[in-house]
């Protein structure tokens, strides 16, 4: 006869349709600002956790990574991809899922979808590292590629920075209207441009957020004048990248974790000993993020395993004493640990 599941042996599962429940309870606007804090928090205290670059797996039309980290207590990794063809087929570009566990025993704590937590986690990442290195009192931002990750870009630099315009574009008209459409009514002047060019007129921050499996040029030198802040999201594995390598070279250049970052960003274009700056060490104060009005600051964005770990934590935090989870099955439990084959047995 088959036995329920002890409690020990039930996971909390955090679905799509319950993560979006989540999302509106709290309030899109405080879980951006709530998990940029937590994310926050991660990189002020970076040398306590176990870093390795994902692990990808490359195929001609995209990549499937692993991104596991822990900070001693727990344990987290994330699943994800990334195919730009998927869009034709109406499907995502990027699809994910995550698990949270606990380092003492190695049990999974949470197990969770993370398609919409990474469009949270990366805005909020993209927010966070600019409000670090923006130039004082950006309102203007550009946002280049309108897909699936725009909107919660737009949201988290309204949320953490007071952005109060953004000016849309993007290769397929419909993306940009959709972005266009989505963000109406939320405080903020929307654009929609014709060109990159006329999307970056005007913009502090611009942000890249493309994906074609190729090294693009989706802003070339002549378009970036002194004092913007670059925040290119969409160059994130070998072979793709968004910028001309002529801006590379006019720009400060900050990044999450440089052994990834060498292989994924934009920097795979540049020389191995080319300098960049540890985002975790401006945050912490250690080095200096913004020193001119004139800098051009590039933060060379591929998403590292400690955004997805904040993530984790911030879901794992929130979802306690609520309805947005279903417990799930996970775990064998047998009475005697050593009988595994007799729980099998008692389960016919
Ligand atoms: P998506 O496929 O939903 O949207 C991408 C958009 O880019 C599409 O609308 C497409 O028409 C547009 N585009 C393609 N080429 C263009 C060009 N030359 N000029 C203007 N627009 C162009 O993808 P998404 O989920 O929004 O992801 C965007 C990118 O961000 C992907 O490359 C993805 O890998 C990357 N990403 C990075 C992180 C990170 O942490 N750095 C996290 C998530 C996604």
Redesign the pocket.
Known sequence: MTQSPSASALVPFVSVENMMKLVHHIGLTQVLKGIATYIEDDFKRWETFDKTARLGSYTDDGVMELMPTSDGLDYGFKYVN?H?KN?KDGL???VGFGLLANVDTGYPVLLTEMTML??LR?AA?SAVMAKYLAPEGARVMAI???????EFQAMAMQAILGITQVRL????PA?TRKCGANLAQRGMKITQCAT?QDAIEGAQIITT????KQL?T?LSDNMIGSGVHINA??G?CPG?TELAEAILHRADIFVEFPPQTRVEGEIQQLPEDHPVTEVWQVITGAVQGRTSPEQITLFD???FAIEDFSALRYVRDNIKDSPFYQPMDLLVDPDDPRDLFGMLQRAK
């Open positions: 990334c730009p869009i995502q570009t990027v990474t469009a990366t990442t280049i590629g309108n897909g699936a990750q725009s574009y993007d290769i397929d993306a990159a957020c493309t994906a074609d693009a989706i999201i969409g994130d793709k964005s591929v998403g």
